[in-house]
Structure formats: structure tokens, C-alpha cells
T-cell receptor, first 112, second 115 residues
Framework: GDSVTQMEGPVTLSEEAFLTINCTYT??????LFWYVQYPGEGLQLLLK?????DKGSNKGFEATYRKETTSFHLEKGSVQVSDSAVYFC???????????FGKGTRLSVIA | ETGVTQSPTHLIKTRGQQVTLRCSSQ?????VSWYQQALGQGPQFIFQ???????GRGNFPPRFSGLQFPNYSSELNVNALELDDSALYLC??????????????FGPGTRLTVT
């Protein structure tokens, strides 16, 4: 079955620092790849997605590129803000309306 | 466009009791998935409903059951509650059944505490 490995958190950065959260996955076929974000006390929000190899998903300054050869989908942001403090989840979805497979997530804390 | 809503927001139950959680899907969506998120963990898939039929199930015992109604809203029922059932229960709605890759939109969750 599908699986995902994310870098262990927590990650603590100063405001305006560069962010990378690593994500590698195992999935059958050609999965779609998603990054979700969970702010404190809330549900998950879709941050960005990519549906085929070499696609780049982007939203709110965050980017991730679908790398089929390395089965990776690393999340990056050039300059983080305090408001980006949250837990980030990478999730593959193999085919159809299949369930998302989540890892433990990576907690990001951004300090002013 | 109305987003995914869940009720109640929080509830506390005693071990052995039964609980029903509710989810209203986003307008235009016909598929609802339920996830359990224990503290400090990622969400784990419980089951999915598509057009009122169960469309897949994760590794959860039969005391976790569900329903989907003609308006595509859904219920999650848990019988014989155990302490380990304490978690945030998330509902996600999407469009389409077995074809394609569709984005899932999550509700805010229901926090269940079992004492």
C-alpha cells in the first residue's frame, strides 16, 4: 500500500528564513501528491497538489515539485512568516478517490 | 459555496457508550471519507462512502460504522467506546467515486474524549 515518510519535527525557524520539509512516498502507479496544513485546533486544509511527474504545485508562497525518479515531493518556501506555524502533512493518493495516506506530519514553529 | 461542516465540535463520552458524529459535505460533492487523528499523529483512514454505499475501509473494527444519506451528508457511529477512541475525527468530502484523483476537503473535526 501507499506510504509516506516526512522529516521529523519540530522545525523551528526565524521569520523570513527558508523552509524545506522533505517528503518521500511509496505508491502504486502514478499517484497524485498533496500537501495539507493543519493550524492549531483546526482541521486539514489543502495547501497544494501535483498530479503528474515534474508538475509544480504552488500556493501562498509554498512550492513542491513532483519528482518521480526520486519519489519525492519536498515542500519549500522562500521566506516563512509567523502565521505559517502549523503542522504540515504530505499525502499520496494512488488512484481514484482513494484515501489519503498520512505520515505523522511535520510541526513548524516560526518565531519573530 | 458552503464548506464541510461537522457536529458536534467536542464531546465527552464514557467507556462502553455509543457515539454518533455528523458531517455535511461540500455542495456538489458526493463522496465522504472519515479519518481518525490521534494526538500527535497523522489522520488514519476509517472508511469512505460514495453515493450512499461504503466504498472502502481502513483497518478499523466493525464497531466503527457509517451511513451516507441522499443529500450526501454522513454519520460515523462508534459502539462500545474504548479509551483509545479518544481522537479528532475528521470528515472529508470530494467528488467522484473510483475514477480520477479528486481533492478532499476537510471539515474542522470533532474532538472526542472517552473517559
Amino acid at each position: 500500500g501507499d506510504s509516506v515518510t516526512q522529516m521529523e519535527g519540530p522545525v523551528t525557524l526565524s521569520e523570513e528564513a527558508f523552509l524545506t520539509i522533505n517528503c518521500t512516498y511509496t505508491a502504486t502507479g502514478y499517484p497524485s501528491l498533496f500537501w495539507y496544513v493543519q493550524y492549531p485546533g483546526e482541521g486539514l486544509q489543502l495547501l497544494l497538489k501535483a498530479t503528474k511527474a515534474d508538475d509544480k504545485g504552488s500556493n501562498k508562497g509554498f512550492e513542491a515539485t513532483y519528482r518521480k525518479e526520486t519519489t519525492s515531493f519536498h515542500l519549500e518556501k522562500g521566506s516563512v512568516q509567523v502565521s505559517d506555524s502549523a503542522v504540515y502533512f504530505c499525502a499520496p493518493s494512488s488512484s481514484g478517490n482513494t484515501p489519503l495516506v498520512f505520515g505523522k506530519g511535520t510541526r513548524l514553529s516560526v518565531i519573530a | 459555496e458552503t464548506g464541510v461542516t461537522q457536529s458536534p465540535t467536542h464531546l465527552i463520552k464514557t467507556r462502553g457508550q455509543q457515539v454518533t458524529l455528523r458531517c455535511s459535505s461540500q455542495s456538489g460533492h458526493n463522496t465522504v471519507s472519515w479519518y481518525q487523528q490521534a494526538l500527535g499523529q497523522g489522520p488514519q483512514f476509517i472508511f469512505q462512502y460514495y453515493r450512499e454505499e461504503e466504498n472502502g475501509r481502513g483497518n478499523f473494527p466493525p464497531r466503527f460504522s457509517g451511513l451516507q444519506f441522499p443529500n450526501y451528508s454522513s454519520e460515523l457511529n462508534v459502539n462500545a467506546l474504548e479509551l483509545d477512541d479518544s481522537a479528532l475525527y475528521l470528515c472529508a468530502s470530494s467528488f467522484g467515486g473510483l475514477a480520477g484523483n479528486y481533492e478532499q476537503y476537510f471539515g474542522p473535526g470533532t474532538r472526542l474524549t472517552v473517559t
